[in-house]
């Protein structure tokens, strides 16, 4: 990001700790959760400042599903919860 080099990491890096399954030979993808104990610290973290998962991994959301996908998403979600 500091124009050092033009690698990226994978996009399975970048979206962690989502991880991505594809069904129906890729046709469909399932995104979940990894919890992992050496996270738990960073999950407290995001929890007091009011920051959740889908809106911490943003970038890296767009990035592999696009804007108007991940617009959809922060809607269906913050629809429900009011």
């Known amino acids: 990001m500091a124009g050092k080099t033009d690698f990226r990491k994978p996009i399975s890096c970048h979206l962690y700790p989502i991880r991505v399954t594809s069904y129906d030979n890729g046709a469909v993808?399932?995104?979940n959760y990894h919890q992992w104990s050496i996270c738990k610290p960073a999950c407290h973290h995001g929890k007091a400042l009011g920051v959740p998962l889908y809106r911490f991994l943003k970038a890296p959301l767009v990035r592999r599903y696009g804007q108007a996908w991940y617009d959809e998403l922060v809607a269906e979600i913050e629809g429900r919860s009011k």
Do not use: D, F, R, V
């Open 29 to 31: 993808e399932a995104l």
